[in-house]
C-alpha cells in the first residue's frame, strides 16, 4: 500500500510504502532488521518501502507487526 504522505523518518529518510509480502515459490530467508528473527519469503511477513532522498530506495523485512513498530519508534527517535 502506497501511503498518500510518505512518513518522515528523519534526516533523508521517508516511507513510502507498506504491504504484506509472500512469494509461495522464493524460499529466501531474511533476518528481522529489529530482533534478529527470521523473515521467510514463503510466508506472510510485513515488506516496508523507504525512499532515502540521497541514496534511492530500499526494502526492510519485518517478522511481524510489532517489529515493525519497534522499527518505526527506533528510526524515528533517532
Do not use: F, I, N
Request: with cysteine; charged share 25%.
Amino acid at each position: 500500500m502506497e501511503l498518500d504522505t510518505p512518513y518522515a523518518l528523519g534526516g533523508t529518510y521517508y516511507v513510502e510504502t507498506v504491504s504484506v509480502g509472500k512469494r509461495t515459490d522464493d524460499e529466501t530467508v531474511r533476518d528481522c532488521v529489529v530482533c534478529g528473527g527470521h523473515v521467510y519469503a514463503d510466508d506472510w511477513h510485513l515488506v516496508v518501502g523507504v525512499l532515502d532522498t540521497a541514496c534511492g530506495r530500499q526494502r526492510h523485512h519485518h517478522c511481524s507487526d510489532d517489529c515493525l513498530t519497534d522499527w518505526l519508534k527506533l528510526m524515528t527517535a533517532a
